[in-house]
């Protein structure tokens, strides 16, 4: 789908593609990291990172867009709405109703997205809220004790149990072909525990992101430095990273935080 006005290409449309080439796909998940570890720098969360809301320019800039279920982070202790987030990106945390989360949501959004990029289908397809745990939990195993505990004082979930999952499907099994280092970047991204997810800065300097390659260009390791141009002697072949100069719908936002209720009522 190609936006007119501003040339904008949605993620969506990519994932079509019958292969994304490596180097785009790496430029892509570099980008969209540097733009969410950008808004949680300055506190706050997107809590909707999805292929949808990442525009593509015709020069491979990658633009993160729809900040209407963003939010200030006010404190560690602060409640905030649960019902954020297109069900297949949700974290574990939102998915059983806890209040009390933070930046990791936007982590396991983002690992999300980049298992939708290897595999051009999207990784937990769920349902439901009960179908995405069940299909979480029969990826990841067994929900922490916390989230566990949050499910079952859920008054929405009163009755209702998760699935067991009669076999497991491991992320290594599945994407069985994908290079380590990729493994890598998703397997920290998709942690049940958020606490253990790596930052967004952390997984920036994950082995994947530090290889070189004639098609992958990266920002400079000297801090404060912004992209330099590249010839074509040294970097042959396309050039996904561009040069930058300095740098499902979700329900509507604004009827969402009208909702004053600690849980919400999943669709089981």
Known sequence: MLLKTKALLLLETVLRLPRVPEAQLKSIVWQTLQAVS???KHHCIHRDVKPENILLTKTGVIKLCDFGFARILTGPEDDYTDYVATRWYRAPELLVGDTQYGPPVDVWALGCVFAELLHGNPLWPG???VDQLYLIRQTLG?????????FRSNVFFSGVSIPEP??????EK???????????VMKSCLVMDPSLRLSCEELLELPYFQEEG?????ESERPGRRFEKVS????PGAQYLPQ???????????VKKQVKHKYHLPNI
């Open 38 to 40: 950008f808004c949680h």
């Open 127 to 129: 349902k439901s809220d």
């Open 142 to 150: 067994d929900l922490i004790p916390r989230h566990q505990q949050v």
């Open 166 to 171: 009669d076999t497991t499907e491991p992320l």
């Open 174 to 184: 599945r994407y069985y072909g994908v290079s380590l280092h990729a493994l890598q």
């Open 214 to 218: 004639a098609n992958w260009v990266r």
């Open 232 to 235: 074509r002697r040294r970097q």
């Open 244 to 254: 930058l100069p300095n740098s499902n719908i979700s329900p509507a936002p604004d």
